[in-house]
């Protein structure tokens, strides 16, 4: 009896050391049982499940405890920027010695956690969001977490520094368009050339985009042709144009609002070059043995070129003043993030129209394959490169304007969202 109460005592003495020694707790669970002695195995027994419960018990309720914190609420959560401190210190001082004196036996496959969290190493870091001078590149990391329970990391995910490339190139910079130069031919339809010069600050500089050159059509009248024959009337010594010698044809030409316009040239459309008549202080002309439904061009100083037919023996014109070049809308700022496209509009008017539409970039000629349709730059897939100053140029045949500048902002794509 006496070894019994004896071998009673013993895992009683067991399960009490079970509450502070756990070596020992552990030495008698796995213990092979070497004595055949059935009451001895048994109590063993009894007592480490006795034990194991227990632990559970705690478990379950320290379980349910970290539940209620937001612990398990912040696991569910993208990574924040930072983790909560407060969530970390509650646990580590309150559940972290609970679980260590009392349940530690049996938690040999799942350690108590650490008070922080562990950060998985920094991923590469994103390219430069710039093709030269300085951008901005990126990196991230993740928190190292497997279940809920896991503590939150403490610190940045994201880590976004400047990176320097080659230093920018620097263009030429275009002198404005020279005046168009004499026609190559005299008649018959030729071209001619303006020109302008890239200037470079140093040796170094790029060569400004763009071309040197353009080239217009001139001179598309007909050259005289002494073969050709008149439908109405003769054709002249000079072989330009047929006369009808019985003809006159009486005008007057009057301004926008309505004032006679003396020194108007008037010519046939097919000899522009050859003043047939001059207006007077009236306004008045008379053109001698011009053949009806001829083509006349009246040219004047400060007016746009007007072209009509003669249909009757009086004809009146009306001119309007040459008007410069004005912006009727200007590009507006814009701000968007990489990737995204973007249009800048620029319109202009002018008398006559405008013909042309050019758009810089800090001052830059553009590739005009950018704005086919003329007044509309687009840039598609914006990077970070295509921040800057941009402004257009109309151009009509009596002159040229910029528009104001607008600004492009193109901003990194948010790196604060989704990325756990
Ligand atoms: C956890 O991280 C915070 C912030 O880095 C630090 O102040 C604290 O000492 C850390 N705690 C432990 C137990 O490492
Ligand atoms: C101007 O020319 C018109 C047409 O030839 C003529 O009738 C008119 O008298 C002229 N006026 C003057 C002031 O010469
Ligand atoms: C910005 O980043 C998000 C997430 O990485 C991605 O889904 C989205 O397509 C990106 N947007 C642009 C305009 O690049
Ligand atoms: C940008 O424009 C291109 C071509 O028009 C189009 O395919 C693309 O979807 C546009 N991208 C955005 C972000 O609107
Ligand atoms: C150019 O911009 C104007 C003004 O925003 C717009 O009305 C027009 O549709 C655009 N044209 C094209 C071809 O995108």
Same mark, same amino acid.
């Given at each position: $009896?006496?070894t019994?109460?004896?071998?009673?005592?013993?895992?009683?003495?067991?399960?009490?050391?079970?509450?502070?020694?756990?070596?020992?707790?552990?030495?008698?669970?796995?213990?092979?049982?070497?004595?055949?002695?059935?009451?001895?195995?048994? /109590?063993?027994?009894?007592?480490?499940?006795?034990?194991?419960?227990?632990?559970?018990?705690?478990?379950?309720a320290?379980?349910?405890?970290?539940?209620?914190?937001?612990?398990?609420?912040?696991?569910?959560?993208?990574?924040?920027?930072?983790?909560?401190?407060?969530?970390?210190?509650?646990?580590?001082?309150?559940?972290?010695?609970?679980?260590?004196?009392?349940?530690?036996?049996?938690?040999?496959?799942?350690?108590?956690?650490?008070?922080?969290?562990?950060?998985?190493?920094?991923g590469?870091?994103?390219?430069?969001?710039?093709?030269?001078?300085?951008?901005?590149?990126?990196?991230?990391?993740?928190c190292?977490?497997?279940?809920?329970?896991?503590?939150?990391?403490?610190?940045?995910?994201?880590?976004?520094?400047?990176?320097?490339?080659?230093?920018?190139?620097?263009?030429?910079v275009?002198?404005?368009?020279?005046?168009?130069?004499?026609?190559?031919?005299?008649?018959?339809?030729?071209?001619? /050339?303006?020109?302008?010069?890239?200037?470079?600050?140093?040796?170094?500089d790029?060569?400004?985009?763009?071309?040197?050159?353009?080239?217009?059509?001139?001179?598309?009248?007909?050259?005289?042709d002494?073969?050709?024959?008149?439908?109405?009337?003769?054709?002249?010594?000079?072989?330009?144009?047929?006369?009808?010698?019985?003809?006159?044809?009486?005008?007057?030409?009057?301004?926008?609002?309505?004032?006679?316009?003396?020194?108007?040239?008037i010519?046939?459309?097919?000899?522009?070059?050859?003043?047939?008549?001059?207006?007077?202080?009236?306004?008045g002309?008379?053109?001698?043995?011009?053949?009806e439904?001829?083509?006349?061009?009246?040219?004047?100083?400060?007016?746009?070129?007007?072209?009509?037919?003669v249909?009757?023996?009086?004809?009146?014109?009306? $001119?309007?003043?040459?008007?410069?070049?004005?912006?009727? $809308?200007?590009?507006?700022?814009?701000?968007?993030?990489?990737?995204?496209?973007?249009t800048?509009?620029?319109?202009?008017?002018?008398?006559?129209?405008?013909?042309s539409?050019?758009? $810089?970039?800090?001052?830059?000629?553009? +590739? +005009?394959?950018?704005?086919?349709?003329?007044?509309? /730059?687009?840039?598609? +897939?914006?990077?970070?490169s295509?921040?800057?100053?941009?402004?257009?140029?109309?151009?009509?045949?009596?002159?040229?304007?910029?528009?104001?500048s607008?600004? /492009?902002?193109?901003?990194?794509?948010?790196?604060?969202?989704?990325?756990?």
């Open positions: $009896m006496d019994n109460a004896n071998k009673k005592f013993r895992p009683f003495n067991a399960f009490m050391n079970l509450q502070t020694e756990r070596s020992d707790v552990f030495e008698i669970a796995v213990k092979p049982v070497s004595s055949p002695n059935r009451i001895k195995t048994f /109590l063993i027994a009894a007592t480490v499940i006795t034990g194991i419960g227990l632990v559970v018990a705690i478990s379950v320290i379980a349910l405890k970290i539940k209620s914190s937001d612990a398990v609420h912040k696991y569910n959560q993208p990574l924040g920027k930072i983790g909560k401190t407060t969530t970390s210190t509650t646990r580590s001082t309150t559940t972290g010695p609970q679980l260590s004196s009392s349940t530690a036996g049996l938690t040999t496959t799942t350690p108590a956690p650490s008070a922080n969290g562990t950060w998985n190493n920094w590469s870091w994103t390219s430069c969001g710039a093709t030269c001078g300085t951008g901005y590149h990126t990196r991230y990391r993740t190292l977490r497997t279940s809920a329970n896991d503590p939150i990391c403490q610190g940045e995910y994201v880590e976004t520094t400047t990176c320097s490339l080659a230093t920018c190139p620097v263009y030429g275009w002198t404005t368009w020279s005046g168009w130069a004499v026609c190559d031919v005299t008649c018959g339809g030729g071209t001619h /050339l303006r020109t302008r010069v890239c200037q470079k600050s140093s040796s170094s790029l060569d400004c985009v763009g071309s040197w050159s353009q080239s217009q059509a001139c001179n598309r009248w007909s050259c005289p002494c073969s050709q024959t008149c439908t109405t009337g003769v054709l002249n010594a000079d072989c330009t144009a047929c006369e009808c010698a019985s003809n006159t044809v009486q005008g007057i030409v009057r301004n926008h609002v309505n004032v006679p316009l003396n020194e108007a040239s010519a046939h459309a097919s000899v522009p070059y050859k003043t047939l008549a001059t207006t007077n202080e009236t306004g002309f008379v053109l001698d043995t011009t053949c439904a001829v083509e006349v061009v009246i040219t004047r100083a400060g007016y746009a070129d007007v072209t009509v037919v249909t009757s023996t009086t004809v009146t014109v009306q $001119m309007s003043l040459t008007e410069y070049p004005a912006i009727s $809308m200007n590009p507006k700022s814009r701000v968007r993030v990489q990737g995204e496209n973007v800048f509009c620029c319109e202009a008017y002018g008398n006559p129209a405008i013909t539409y050019e758009w $810089m970039k800090g001052g830059v000629l553009i +590739d +005009d394959t950018k704005y086919p349709d003329g007044y509309n /730059l687009t840039l598609n +897939d914006v990077t970070i295509d921040s800057g100053e941009y402004k257009c140029r109309a151009n009509s045949p009596v002159g040229a304007v910029y528009s104001a607008a600004l /492009l902002t193109v901003k990194c794509n948010s790196t604060l969202k989704n990325k756990n």
